[in-house]
């Protein structure tokens, strides 16, 4: 089957793609990435931190160094080095609704597409190009918290659970359609934002390697209909995380990151 995939270049995605990977051996698999967040402007300053431990540094110092090494399989790997182990090559789509971009996606000739925190819209003649549809994770409940940070939304309003929902793509309405599936984990007390980011992506790569497995077969996706209910929220404002903060929450929390990114560097027995 031949399965398109796309992600934003950050280090959540960057996971999730490394998640999957098992499961995209079998399947011909191409790779496009948003290489910018729509409207940058609205990130308040509050979260600059999370902006940078999500894109800047993995982008600019992690991956690019990881990658001088050879690979030794034994690792996580970069968007680049996640590619050429499946014998492709990672490619930036930021106008996939142009002509250009149409063309591309044509050009692919997929069953599915995959989008993880792409940061672009599909419009209608990108989503009628794949004989299966566009399935798209989520990293929320849906209906509930449609929109953008949808963990932040959950842990500032006290949530006892985080998720995510992997969902079909069929217009261009944000965070809409049909569910396929709702993964949900319990907060335990204080949380840390990008931990907390980062918990809901092995859950939800399941749901999608199941979701592939079940079209390769043929057999139907599990389809809910999204009730009513919910809100559809922006970028938080610099209140909003002064809020988050003032009941103990962390954004970024240092030794954890660390560790995350000491996983894209191969074993000192291998280097």
């Known amino acids: 089957m031949r399965v398109t995939l796309l992600l934003n270049r950050d280090l959540h995605a960057c996971v999730a793609l490394n998640l999957l990977l098992p499961a ?59 590619a050429a182990r499946l014998g492709t090559v990672a490619r930036t789509l930021d106008e996939p609704n142009s002509t250009e971009g149409l063309a591309t996606l044509r050009d692919a000739r997929p069953d599915v597409i995959v989008s993880i925190r792409y940061s672009r819209i599909l419009g209608a003649a990108a989503i009628a190009i794949p004989r299966f549809g566009v399935l798209n994770l989520h990293s929320g409940q849906l209906p509930k918290y449609r929109g953008v940070v949808a963990t932040f939304r959950a842990l500032l309003l006290g949530d006892p659970e985080i998720g995510c929902t992997l969902h079909r793509i069929v217009d261009a309405e ?21 931990d907390a980011i980062q918990s809901v992506y092995p859950s939800g790569c399941a749901m999608i390697a199941d979701a592939l497995d079940r079209l390769e077969c043929g057999k139907p ?25 003032s009941r103990g929450h962390q954004v970024v929390e240092l030794s954890s ?8 560097v191969p074993s000192s027995k291998q280097t």
């Open 24 to 82: 995209l051996m079998r399947h011909e698999t191409s790779i496009w990435l948003s290489e910018t967040v729509a409207r940058p402007h609205l990130i308040p300053h509050a979260l600059t931190t999370l902006a940078a431990a999500e894109r800047t540094i993995p982008t600019t110092v992690v991956w690019p160094l990881a990658d001088r090494v050879a690979d030794s399989g034994d690792c996580l790997g970069s968007f680049e080095r996640c």
């Open 174 to 194: 944000i965070d809409t359609g049909p569910i396929v599936g709702i993964a949900t984990r319990r907060v335990e007390g204080q949380a840390v934002l990008f």
């Open 257 to 264: 990151y660390a560790r995350l990114l000491a996983r894209f």
């Open 221 to 245: 996706l599990a389809i809910t209909v999204a009730g009513a209910g919910g809100a559809y929220y922006t970028w938080p404002t610099d209140a909003d995380v002064a809020e988050f903060l």
